[in-house]
């Protein structure tokens, strides 16, 4: 059994900052790209970063420059800095990562989300 489970989300004025983190856990062989997809109301889910096992990153390019995306393979983690929110970065906030268990083949696992909110 593998599970994302995510936090560090809330509530912040624009102009602030957050940190999320997602750890993975459960019988883990091989953590390949880990990522991060966010979801406003009525809209899409769409990608915000990604991370691959080497440290290579991709950015949506909105994004570029504000949020950043790295993680730590010893823990299982994956992080989001976000600086210098917006109100139009509402939205609930999805981990994911391409995980091989021991017992069977790579998939890909979601964690439940964690919200953020920006205040004007």
């Known amino acids: 059994q593998v599970q994302l489970v995510e936090s560090g989300g809330g509530l912040v004025q624009a102009g602030g900052s957050l940190r999320l983190s997602c750890a993975a856990s459960?019988?883990?062989?091989?953590?390949?790209?880990m990522g991060w997809y966010r979801q406003a109301p009525g809209k899409q889910r769409e990608l915000v970063a990604a991370?691959?096992?080497?440290?290579?990153?991709n950015y949506a390019d909105s994004l570029k420059g504000r949020f950043t995306i790295s993680r730590d393979n010893a823990k299982n983690t994956v992080y989001l800095q976000m600086n210098s929110l917006k109100p139009e970065d509402t939205a609930i906030y999805y981990c994911n990562a391409y995980i091989q268990p021991y017992t069977s083949r790579t998939d890909r696992y979601w964690g439940q989300g964690t919200q953020v909110t920006v205040s004007s």
């Open positions: 991370i691959t096992s080497g440290g290579n990153t």
């Open positions: 459960g019988s883990i062989f091989v953590i390949n790209a």
